[in-house]
C-alpha cells in the first residue's frame, strides 16, 4: 500500500517479476549521495548502496553512466551482510527519462561547425536529471528575466520525454502583470497549460491540486531562484527544502538546492525537486526540434526547391514567412542554431560508437593473440 503511493504498479510488478532475484523487494529512490541511496521501501526511508557486481559492470566492464540509479527508479533491494547497508541488486528499466548532455567539467571550447561557432567540450554521455516521470513542470519566475529561447531549447529536450507539460508562472505577489508573458507563451506551445502562482504567499497553488495526483510523480524544472523549493515546502506544509534569499539589490541569488530529491506530498502525489540548470546542452535529436519548431518544418516544405537552402533561391517559403512577418526572425535563429548544435552531437555520438567499435576490435584482437 504504501509502495503504490510511491507510483508502485502492475506494469513495476511485472518488471520485478521477471529479475527473478531472491529475497529481494522493490524500493524508489528518494535521493542519491556519493556512495549511498536514500530509498523509500514500504513506507519507510532506508540507506543502500550499490552492490559489488554493479559496480564492476558499470567502472570495468564499460556499461554506460545511466547505469547508476538516480532520482525517481525503482530498484531491487537485498539484505546486506549482518549490520551492513541494504545491496541494490538491479535497476528496473525506466519508462522514461529526462537527460541533458553531461556537465562539461574542465575546458570548454568554441569550435567551427557548418560555418558558425558552437560550444563543445566534456564527455559525449547522457546525464540523467529525473526518471520515470508522468509530469514536467517548468518554472518562470516572473521576477527574473523572461528568455524565449530558453523555453524553445527546454521544450525541444522534453518532447520526448513522453510526460506531461505544465507551465508555473511563480511570484504574482511580485509582479501581478503578466499578460504579455502569457502572450509570448502562446506563441511559443499554445497547447500547454499555464498557471500562475505565488509560492511563497500560497496564492493559486490550489490549481496543482489537479495536476498532482496519487502515485503520479512530477519533476520541477527552471531557473534558479525561480521558487522550486519554495512551492516544496508550501505543498510540504514544512520548511524542507532550503530556499535562497534573493539579494534585493539585483534580484540575484545564488543556487540553493544542490541535487534531486524526491518528495511525497501529503495531499497525494510526488514532486522531485532539482537544482536550477545553469546549462542545458541538449541531449536530443532533429525529430524533438522538429516538434518543437513544426511550423517552420511545414513552411520548409513549401519552398519550391526540395533541397532549398532558404537563400536567393526563387519560391522560397520561408524567405517569404520571414519577409511577410510571420515568421519571427529570432525563432528562425534559434531554430538553425539548435538544429546545428544537434547535428554536431549526433556526429559526435558517431566518433564516440566508432571509437567504442575499434577498441573493442583492439581488445578482441589482443585477447586472440593472447589465447
Ligand atoms: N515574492 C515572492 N518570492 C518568492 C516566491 N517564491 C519564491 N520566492 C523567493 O525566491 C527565492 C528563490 O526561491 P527558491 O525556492 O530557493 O528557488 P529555486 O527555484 O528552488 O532555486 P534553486 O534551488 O537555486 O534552483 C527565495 O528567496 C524565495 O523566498 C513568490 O511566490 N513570491
Ligand atoms: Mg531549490
Ligand atoms: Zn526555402
Known amino acids: 500500500m504504501e509502495n503504490e503511493k510511491m507510483g508502485w504498479n502492475k506494469y513495476w510488478q511485472d518488471k520485478a517479476a521477471e529479475f527473478k532475484i531472491n529475497n529481494s523487494i522493490p524500493g524508489r529512490v528518494i535521493s542519491q549521495g556519493k556512495k549511498n541511496y536514500l530509498i523509500s521501501v514500504g513506507g519507510q526511508d532506508i540507506l543502500a548502496e550499490l552492490s559489488g557486481k554493479m559496480l564492476y559492470q558499470i567502472r570495468c566492464q564499460g556499461k554506460r553512466q545511466s547505469a547508476y540509479p538516480v532520482t525517481g527508479d525503482w530498484v531491487m533491494l537485498r539484505q546486506g551482510e549482518h549490520g551492513s547497508l541494504q545491496i541494490i541488486e538491479a535497476v528496473l528499466p525506466r519508462t522514461n527519462y529526462l537527460a541533458r548532455k553531461m556537465k562539461i567539467s574542465g575546458g570548454r571550447k568554441l569550435v567551427q561547425f557548418q560555418g558558425s ?11 540523467l536529471l529525473a526518471v520515470n516521470i508522468d509530469l514536467i513542470i517548468y518554472f518562470i519566475g516572473l521576477d527574473q528575466r523572461f528568455s524565449r529561447n530558453r523555453i524553445e531549447r527546454f521544450f525541444t529536450q522534453v518532447s520526448s520525454v513522453g510526460a506531461e507539460l505544465l507551465i508555473i508562472l511563480n511570484k504574482i505577489d ?38 498532482l495526483k496519487d502515485g503520479k510523480t512530477a519533476v520541477l524544472m527552471g531557473a534558479s531562484g525561480s521558487g522550486k523549493s519554495t512551492l516544496v515546502n508550501r505543498l510540504l506544509e514544512v520548511d524542507q527544502q532550503e530556499t535562497e534569499q534573493v539579494r534585493e539589490k539585483d534580484g540575484k541569488g545564488r543556487h540553493k538546492t544542490s541535487s534531486r530529491e524526491l518528495f511525497l506530498l501529503p495531499g497525494g502525489g510526488m514532486l522531485i525537486d532539482t537544482p536550477g540548470l545553469r546549462e542545458l546542452q541538449l541531449w536530443a535529436d532533429s525529430e524533438d526540434i522538429q516538434e518543437t519548431f513544426s511550423d517552420i518544418v511545414e513552411l520548409e516544405h513549401k519552398c519550391l526547391f526540395r533541397n532549398c537552402n532558404h537563400g536567393s533561391e526563387p519560391g ?36 564516440k560508437a566508432h ?17
Open 117 to 127: 561557432e558552437i560550444l563543445t567540450g566534456g564527455i559525449t554521455d547522457a546525464q
Open 174 to 211: 511580485k509582479c501581478p502583470q503578466y499578460e504579455t508573458v502569457l502572450d509570448e507563451l502562446n506563441v511559443i506551445r499554445p497547447e500547454v497549460a499555464v498557471i500562475a502562482v505565488s509560492a511563497l504567499k500560497g496564492i493559486g497553488t490550489e490549481q496543482l491540486q489537479y495536476y
Open 316 to 351: 522560397c517559403a520561408i524567405k517569404a514567412a520571414l519577409e511577410n512577418g510571420s515568421l519571427d526572425l529570432a525563432r528562425y535563429d534559434n531554430y538553425l542554431k539548435m538544429t546545428r548544435e544537434i547535428d554536431h552531437l549526433n556526429l559526435r555520438k558517431k566518433q
Open 355 to 371: 571509437q567504442r567499435a575499434q577498441s573493442s576490435r583492439e581488445k578482441n584482437k589482443l585477447k586472440q593473440e593472447i589465447l
